[in-house]
Structures are given as C-alpha cells and as structure tokens.
C-alpha cells in the first residue's frame, strides 16, 4: 500500500471507530433528555480540502447528523434528534428560514418529551437568527443558536467542543427563561445583545455594554445570575406568518446621498434602518427626508454604525435603542408585518 493509500484506510478506520463509539454511547442513553438539532449548515459544516485553511473553505458540506455523530460525547449527555433546515453559508438565510426554524423550535418545545432546541449556524448571521428566536419562540425551555469560526475540516476545529456544549446547555434546568441563547468559544450569550465582533478570532462573540451571562467549563454552565428577561422584549406570533416585508438596512456617513432613501422607498422597501454615525446623528438632508416620510407613516429607524451603547430618541424617525442595524432590520419587519404604527414600533425598540 502506497502512503496515500495508508491514510486512506486509517480515516475510514477512524470513521467507523466515532460511528461505533457513538451508537454505543448512544445505547446508554436511553433515560437521557432529548434535544432537537436543528441544522442550517456555516462555517461548523465547513469543509476544506487543507487543515490550516481556515478562511477558504465551503460553508454548509456536511450534515447535522454528521456533527452529532462526530462527536460521540454528545450521546453521553443528550438524545439527540436532527432535522436538517437547510445547508447553507449564513449570508444566505432569509426570512422564509427564519420562520421554518422559528415553527420547528415552536413545535419542538411544545413536546414535553423535549428539553431544548439548539440550532447549527453560520457565525455571520448567527445574531439575527439569535434575535429572530428570542422575538417569536415562545416557551420558558431554551433555544440555542451554535457556531464556529474554523470549519470542520481545520486543525483544532472549535466546531465539536461548541456543539457539545450547547447540548449540554440545552438539557441544563438553568438554562430556562432565559430568552434565547448563543454558545461560542465557552461563553453563553443573550441573543438579544450578542454580536460578532471579530472576523477571525474564535472569541469574536460579545456584547460591549452587556457582557456575557455566564460561562462554560467543559459541559457545565456556570451563570453570573438567576434568569433575568430584557425589560420590554416584545414577543411576535409567526406560526400563521408565511413572508416578511423588505426592510434595508443604509449606512450613514459624511455626504451620505439622501437620494437612496427615496430609491429604496420607490423600490418596494416597506421600511429602512440608517446605521447612522454616533447616537445616529444624520446629516440635514437625511434628517428633512425621514421627517417627510414619518408624516406618511412610513418608518425608518435610527441605529448606529458605532457598534456599542444606546440610540436615543430625536424629532426625526424611531431610535433602535440597543439593537445594532441588522437586529433592528429584523425587529422592524416584525412589528411591520404586524400593523404596528410608529408609536407602537417605537416602543417595541425602546420601551418607556
Ligand atoms: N460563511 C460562514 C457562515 O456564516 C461563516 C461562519 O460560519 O462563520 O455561514
């Protein structure tokens, strides 16, 4: 046998060693509590064809199934069951996914015999789906959105260790009524403040004001605090919900062309963020703009590009609050495809 050949059959030796060792874990987990997978494909079933390519690889190439299976430590702490959503590259999601998971992980918390949900996501996007969760699942068991920053296929890949541990999490009575939650890199976040700061770090989660809500030492999960909800949090009704409306997200800066807004409007945008400079400071022009378009009911959304702290409240459009750009594109849509006023919508992203 040639050196390739050699490798070859010591993988498929490997292969068949994890698929052994975890349907025999699995064998013992019979009275184990039971977690739904719920699979979207990123960077965690990312494969590459070098293990030190951590930046060139194929996002969504294996299944979820296959990361469960990868790693036979899962079966010790949970029954796992996949449902494979999609399989994709993060930047890809769209509302029609984001419902599809937002019904699964409703439907799924519903059984009693379930524990928790946690979904498989690329880290790009993985704070919208995050939010998206928090917004329309409704049930005190938690949901668990889970990445990684180095595919599958990488030397120290951080993909098993995070998938474990949001199993781990799932099943972990300390884990309820807590909205929903992002494992990544030993941290558990809140979806509602989380965002990816980093495009390479493994330690690129964080929320700059908020800080994380606790810790993970291997499976264990170690909270600063009690469960504790974001005052306000609105909560939306989707399972009747088959679209959303098209929201677009305008950054702002010095000569920014107030024009875009009219081009966005006049091409079936049904409501804008402006990620605005500052506490969303715009320029006149932007400001005389939004200010004509408020008198027609039409919402846009002040957010901030600064990446930290809170927007707050001026004559022109509705102030994001805490939600950076992209998480206020989604709350927006919500509350728009809801028939909330611009009253109502400013008090779903910053109460009184
Ligand atoms: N392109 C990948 C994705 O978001 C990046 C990642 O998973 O980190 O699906």
New binding site residues.
């Given amino acids: 046998m040639n050196s390739s050949k050699w490798l070859m059959a010591g993988a498929l030796c490997l292969a068949s060693f994890t698929g052994a060792a975890y349907a025999q874990a699995k064998d013992t987990a019979k009275t184990l509590p039971k977690v739904v997978v719920l699979s979207t494909?990123?960077?965690?079933a990312g494969e590459s064809r070098s293990s030190t390519d951590t930046t060139n690889y194929t996002?969504?190439q294996r299944s979820g199934d296959q990361l469960v299976k990868a790693v036979p430590e899962i079966a010790k702490v949970a029954d796992v069951e996949v449902e494979q959503v999609v399989n994709i590259?993060?930047?890809n999601m769209q509302y029609s996914h984001l419902l599809a998971l937002s019904k699964a992980a409703n439907k799924y918390l519903a059984d009693p015999s379930v524990s928790g949900v946690v979904i498989t996501h690329?880290?790009?996007?993985a704070e919208e789906t995050a939010l998206f969760m928090d917004l329309t699942v409704k049930s005190s068991k938690p949901v668990i959105v889970v990445?990684?920053?180095r595919p599958a296929t990488a030397i120290s890949a951080d993909g098993p260790f995070n998938l474990l541990q949001a199993i781990a999490l799932a099943v972990h009575p300390s884990a309820r009524d807590r909205g929903a939650l992002l494992v990544s890199n030993d941290r558990i976040s809140s979806a509602m403040y989380v965002s990816k700061t980093n495009t390479q770090s493994l330690d690129t989660f964080q929320a700059a004001e908020q800080g994380h809500l606790g810790l993970m030492v291997g499976t264990k999960p170690y909270f600063y605090f009690t469960p504790a909800s974001v005052p306000g949090k609105p909560y939306f009704d989707v399972s009747k919900t088959e679209n959303l409306p098209k929201v677009e997200i305008l950054y702002g800066y010095i000569e920014n062309d107030a024009g875009m807004l009219d081009h966005l409007v006049g091409t079936g945008t049904k409501g804008v963020v402006v990620a605005g400079p500052g506490n969303s400071s715009l320029s006149k022009a932007m400001v005389e703009k939004i200010t004509k378009l408020q008198a027609d009911g039409y919402p846009v959304v002040r957010a901030t590009r600064v990446g930290a702290g809170i927007v707050t409240p001026k004559k022109e459009g509705i102030a994001a609050g805490f939600y950076n750009p992209q998480k206020a594109r989604l709350l927006l849509a919500l509350a728009i495809n809801e028939g909330a006023d611009l009253k109502k919508t400013q008090n779903y992203f910053l109460p009184d």
């Fill in positions: 494909g990123g960077t965690i996002a969504g590259s993060s930047p690329g880290t790009s996007t990445g990684a920053m």
